[in-house]
């Protein structure tokens, strides 16, 4: 049974960090990326990490700067760090399993599985 489970969202200050989790187990995949979706809008792609030929990262424009992905082989957790933050920041944010990533722009339509997502709220 694929399982894909975020947590590290909350309530936080503008101009503060948090780092989100996403575990993964039951599945094998060589791509994460991590997405967000607030109230009235599409999903947004943030950044992903492939790994099958090296680490690569991968950033749309509007994301780079305050955004950070990583991951951990040896427990199959990818993170993403998140510095600065912004009201404007405030959405749901999920990670997705195997989304096609070698490019800026991140289509949330290519990706195999998802979690529930986690929160993030930032106060202005």
């Known amino acids: 049974q694929v399982q894909v489970v975020e947590s590290g969202g909350g309530l936080v200050q503008a101009g503060g960090s948090l780092r989100l989790s996403c575990k993964t187990s039951?599945?094998?995949?060589?791509?994460m990326g991590w997405f967000r979706q607030a109230p009235g809008s599409g999903r947004e792609g943030i950044a992903c990490?492939?790994?099958?030929?090296?680490?690569?990262?991968y950033y749309p424009d509007s994301m780079k700067g305050r955004f950070t992905i990583s991951r951990i082989e040896s427990n199959n957790t990818q993170y993403l760090q998140m510095n600065n933050l912004k009201p404007e920041d405030t959405a749901l944010y999920y990670c997705?399993?195997?989304?096609?990533?070698?490019?800026?722009?991140?289509?949330?339509?290519?990706?195999?599985?998802w979690g529930q997502g986690t929160q993030v709220t930032v106060s202005s």
């Open positions: 997705a399993v195997d989304p096609i990533c070698g490019s800026v722009y991140l289509n949330p339509s290519t990706a195999r599985y």
């Open positions: 039951g599945v094998t995949y060589d791509a």
């Open positions: 990490i492939k790994w099958k030929s090296g680490v690569a990262t």
